[in-house]
């Protein structure tokens, strides 16, 4: 299995500021089969980015991804209030699909 | 925009088996999409269950251990999780979920999810 390891765990952060999240592999992610969700106490997770940098369909141009092979970001370029949540990384290259720990984002 | 919407119990005896169903609304169960199955505990996070193809095509997790089946009704645009031999660390929150076939995105639509505990 794709072991997905998100760094840091918690982050706690101010309403406009930047923020990157970190996601790495155990094996590289070919293909750039590799998504990120935002998820909300009580909501499902909701597909923010999928192939490393592609938005998904009415996300804000303040979240983007990159990187390849083992190393992944994302990045939320000014925080919204709305922004706080859990952040997760999947993979779907390979079977069967796996999801990193998650990123929480706390107000400071 | 598709919808799925989840039915099922939220509480199952130990040893007995859970089933699911995921009612697609905008969609057709026909289309080339993969529906799948995720589930949340605390403590494990996120994890993959299965998905099933509307050729009847399925992948699992292998570490359920054979102890899921996904089959799908057409007529119904539905699609169901079965789950035997519960035991406490199955209590989570379900998910179903649509990933398409086409254009590699993840699970791009989800339903609204289904706690079930698993207790006496």
């Known amino acids: 299995d794709i072991v997905l390891t998100q760094s840091p765990g918690t982050l706690s952060l101010s309403p406009g500021e930047r923020v990157t999240l970190s996601c790495r592999a155990s094996?590289?992610?070919?293909?750039?089969?590799l998504a990120w969700y935002q998820q909300k106490p009580g909501q499902a997770p909701r597909l923010l980015i999928y192939?490393?940098?592609s938005r998904a369909t009415g996300i804000p141009d303040r979240f983007s991804g990159s990187g390849s092979g083992t190393d992944f970001t994302l990045t939320i370029s000014r925080l919204e209030p709305e922004d706080f949540a859990v952040y997760y990384c999947?993979?779907?290259?390979?079977?069967?699909?796996?999801f990193g720990q998650g990123t929480k984002l706390e107000i400071k | 925009q598709v919808q799925l919407q989840q039915s099922g119990p939220g509480l199952v005896k130990p040893s007995e088996t859970l089933t699911l169903t995921c009612s697609v609304f905008g969609d057709s169960m026909t289309s080339s999409n993969w529906w799948s199955w995720v589930r949340q505990t605390p403590g494990k996070g996120l994890e993959w269950i299965g998905e099933i193809f509307y050729t009847g095509d399925t992948n699992f997790n292998p570490s359920l251990k054979g102890r899921v089946t996904l089959s799908m009704d057409k007529s119904q645009n539905q699609f169901s999780l079965q789950m035997t031999s519960l035991t406490a660390a199955d209590t989570a929150v379900y998910y179903c979920a649509r990933t398409s076939n086409l254009v590699p995105t993840g699970f791009e639509s989800w339903g609204q999810g289904t706690l079930v505990a698993v207790s006496s």
């Open positions: 094996q590289s992610v070919s293909s750039s089969f």
């Open positions: 192939g490393v940098s």
């Open positions: 999947q993979q779907y290259y390979s079977s069967p699909r796996t």
